[in-house]
């Protein structure tokens, strides 16, 4: 009897392991300090419930979730690290009570659950701060539809807020980041028609041939979930034509479905977020109209040096040889950093241009030309040969709109950014000092200040002003700015007495938060970007 009941205890502890491991597998993303995503909200939630954290519900993983977090771990003997892994935010969890489906490290399920599920929750009203399955289902439609990124945890955070902003501005709803009814019955239609969008896309790529390697991107229908080669080169011609900014890895995910969206979107298709023939075929004829197309995978890496920009998907270095260095040394040489021989061989010269090139830009300085370098460089080698911004008027299909909490760790304190006032068609460069709910910055020269106070008409004021603001990487986004001097002063030689203040995009019920002037940012900024789309 007691060897029985020894081997049921095993049984019975080997089964409970199990339930743990399996629990745990949901689990895979560790979250950190400076982190931002949605769960790290259901993190917070969590530890407020266990009266470990009396910050606000913000997503973001500051040193106040970071102590929370190791007050928690000291509390249940784990590992005080700090940092949420698995073991960790499976025991917070089971001690806030807090359940997560299997269904909440997935991106969206099929369109049909999706369209059923949504429709029960068209009578509610969800906002910042909801908790519900009714927020994770919308969660997955809105990823469905190109315009949610986060985990799906139904919790109702500013990443969900502002996926709900861009999908009512999209749709000519008021944008005021609430699901209601009237925008929950307008996703649950937007679901089912690229439901059918995506049939009637695969319908028409099965039943047209493939002619030859060049054209076979245009006869298939790629969407979320597939992997290919070419998937790879729908990323790099999208990221030539400026839509799209993740690494070139052959998986469609939501960033290359939001590229998809914002192509379609631009160029008056049926925006899905689907690439099937059609957008395919648009895709590759604006590459052609620009003479930079990438025609099939194996040429994809390295785009020809036909085009007049460099392949930002690569990385040069010392040691690499080829067209690509040769572009390079010359643009460089146009730009005053390098004055050698254009052999197409990166030595020593051409890394010390690099290097001066960087130190320009405030990005660091190590001599190798990554993407970011190599954006910057097209950025300005365009900018030249122009004979002034590389962004203009003509530029309104790449200007995004998105919320800063986002994207604003892409780029480090010290870069420099130019700013576009489309209303006079000045531009001037800024230098990134700090970024918070806003982005602190100074003009780079005295010249700089001087064409930003020309854009002002020559007046001092804390008026926003709606501008384009292109950074490193080649990235343009909307904001507003003002030009008075004001607090801190880092760089002295450029007649401006301290630093100015950029905002992008943040949810509204934030920016109330913040207060009035925070809001007229946010007004100014929705406004100029109903400009903004009559101009593309």
């Known amino acids: 009897m007691g060897?029985?009941?020894s081997h049921r205890f095993k049984i019975i502890a080997l089964i409970c392991v199990l339930l743990v491991c399996i629990s745990c597998a949901a689990y895979a993303q560790n979250y950190r300090l400076g982190d931002e995503d949605e769960e790290i909200a259901t993190i917070q939630s969590a530890l407020k419930?266990?009266?470990l954290y009396t910050g606000d519900i913000t997503g973001h993983f500051g040193t106040r979730t970071k102590d929370a977090v190791i007050k928690f771990q000291n509390k249940y003997n784990l590992q005080t690290d700090g940092i949420v892994g698995e073991d960790t935010l499976n025991t917070l969890?089971?001690?806030a009570g807090i359940t997560i489906s299997s269904g909440s490290t997935s991106s969206a399920s099929s369109s049909t659950t999706s369209t059923s599920s949504s429709s029960s929750s068209s009578g509610s009203v969800l906002h910042y701060g909801s908790q519900s399955d009714q927020v994770r289902q919308l969660q997955q439609n809105l990823a469905a539809l190109g315009y949610y990124s986060g985990s799906i945890t139904g919790h109702y955070g500013s990443k969900t807020e502002a996926a709900v902003s861009a999908f009512q501005r999209a749709n000519g709803l008021s944008a005021d980041g609430i699901a209601g009814t009237k925008t929950l019955n307008t996703i649950s239609s937007a679901i089912a028609g690229s439901s059918k969008s995506s049939s009637s896309s695969s319908t028409t790529a099965t039943t047209t041939a493939t002619v030859t390697s060049s054209t076979s991107s245009s006869n298939s229908m790629l969407k979320l979930?597939?992997?290919?080669?070419e998937v790879r080169t729908l990323q790099e011609n999208l990221k030539t034509l400026g839509y799209y900014s993740g690494s070139i890895t052959g998986n469609y995910g939501n960033l290359t479905k939001q590229a998809v969206y914002n192509f379609q979107r631009a160029n008056g298709l049926t925006a899905d977020g689907v690439a099937g023939?059609?957008?395919?075929?648009?895709?590759q004829s604006k590459l052609t109209k620009n003479g930079t197309a990438s025609t099939t995978s194996s040429s994809s890496s390295s785009t020809s040096s036909s085009s007049s920009t460099l392949a930002t998907a690569t990385t040069l270095s010392e040691g690499s040889k080829g067209d690509e260095v040769k572009k390079l040394q010359k643009m460089l040489a146009a730009l005053g950093f390098f004055s050698g021989n254009q052999t197409g061989n990166f030595g020593t010269v051409t890394k010390e241009a690099v290097m001066?090139?960087?130190?320009?830009?405030g990005l660091s300085a190590d001599g190798i030309a990554g993407p970011k370098t190599l954006a910057a460089i097209n950025a300005d080698y365009s900018a030249k040969s122009s004979g002034g911004s590389s962004v203009s008027v003509s530029s309104a299909s790449k200007v995004i709109y998105s919320s800063f909490y986002n994207w604003r760790n892409n780029y480090s304190n010290g870069e420099y950014c130019t700013v576009y006032d489309f209303s006079t068609g000045y531009s001037w460069r800024l230098r990134i000092m700090t970024k918070d709910a806003h982005m602190d910055?100074?003009?780079v020269t005295a010249e700089d200040t001087a064409i930003m106070q020309k854009a002002f008409g020559g007046k001092t004021t804390w008026t926003p002003k709606v501008v384009w603001v292109t950074f490193s990487d080649g990235r343009t986004f909307i904001g507003s700015t003002h030009d008075t001097p004001h607090g801190t002063q880092h760089i002295t030689t450029n007649n401006f007495k301290g630093h100015l203040c950029v905002h992008f995009p943040i949810p509204m019920s934030r920016a109330e938060a913040i207060g009035d002037y925070a809001v007229?940012?946010?007004?100014?900024?929705?406004a100029g970007w109903e400009t903004t789309q009559k101009m593309k």
């Open 3 to 5: 060897i029985y009941a």
């Open 49 to 51: 419930q266990l009266k």
């Open 93 to 95: 969890y089971n001690a």
């Open 225 to 229: 979930g597939s992997k290919s080669d």
């Open 277 to 283: 023939a059609k957008t395919l075929a648009s895709i």
């Open 356 to 361: 001066k090139f960087q130190k320009s830009k």
């Open 441 to 443: 910055a100074e003009p």
């Open 520 to 526: 007229s940012h946010q007004k100014a900024i929705n």
